[in-house]
């Protein structure tokens, strides 16, 4: 999964961008107090499998212009870096957080996943739901649904398209997957056309 997705805004329905958060361990009890006070970070008593607690500073860089420039005064021995998106934050610990950042009503906040039910890009079929990360793979995923020869080698996130169910992919879906797929990537296009 992407760091970055496209999701219904929650105070517009219009799209907006949802950004993972990330965690990094804190390594010594002195540096508890500086996260707890931080501005920048949030601070939680994370549980391991095991049982075994941690505490965590937790960045949600879309809350902060979406980069970690923004990262200062840390402690000694943590670097903004340790921030950088180079590990997924659900791969680690299971915590779906992150921020939304929507450009139509300018919602910003704090946002707990809910995927693929946040999704933006999605679509229902037979009372199933196709769903996309963001407006890119969706395009490659109409592209593959339509295509005659479907050789995933060919197309960009192959490995997102070995999941897309069977029932999306038969022939006879064909043609209404591939209109609401449209329909979702075109809005604009889509009501012209219903204007005329």
Known sequence: MPHILDVRC???TAKAY??????VRIREKKDVPFFQQSDQFEYRLMKDHCGHKW????FHAGLHGRTTDSIRELPEGYAAA???HSVYLRGNNGLDIGAIDCGSCHFRAQHTLKW???????IDYKNETLWAFHEESARVLRDFI???????????WRNFLMH??????????RATVVKRLNGILDPLGKRTRLNR
């Open 18 to 23: 949802f950004e993972f958060s990330e965690i």
């Open 82 to 84: 340790d921030w950088e």
């Open 55 to 58: 505490h965590a500073a937790i």
């Open 164 to 173: 897309v169910p069977t029932l999306f992919l038969r022939h006879q879906a």
């Open 116 to 122: 693929p039910a946040d999704a933006y890009y999605q």
């Open 146 to 156: 339509s295509a005659a020869h479907r050789d995933r080698a060919g197309f960009r």
């Open 10 to 12: 929650p105070n517009c």
